[in-house]
């Protein structure tokens, strides 16, 4: 099973393994709390995506699309969230952003799949 969560959020038994999908780490958060198994920040949108999506959801459906486009030169990273989930009862994606409907996660674990 894969699940999506904030980074924010206190880390529970049931998440299972922990990778963070964001490409920058989510300020105020310690490792600790963060309590990884796992950063992957090259599967995150690039600097300019991010930047010209600024998680405006007006802009969603062209960020979905051209992430997708980015993700395409990421087969391996996504294989390998594949076999994590796989390996795991539980995969929990983590992001950082406010928007719980309108982020990199959601789009990867589509990719994966949920």
């Not at 990884?36 to 959801?57: A, C, N, V, Y």
Request: proline share 3%.
């Amino acid at each position: 099973m894969i699940v999506i969560k904030r980074v924010y959020e206190p880390k529970s038994t049931a998440d299972g393994y922990r990778v963070l999908v964001d490409r920058l780490w989510p300020r105020g958060v310690s490792k600790e709390k963060a309590a990884l198994d796992l950063w992957m920040k090259d599967i995150g949108p690039s600097t300019e995506l991010r930047q010209w999506f600024g998680h405006d959801s007006a802009r969603w459906a062209g960020f979905q699309k051209k992430y997708r486009t980015e993700l395409k030169n990421k087969n391996e990273m996504l294989d390998e969230l594949k076999k994590l989930a796989k390996q795991h009862d539980r995969l929990t994606l983590l992001y950082g952003a406010r928007d719980q409907e309108h982020n990199e996660a959601v789009v990867i674990a589509s990719l994966v799949g949920v």
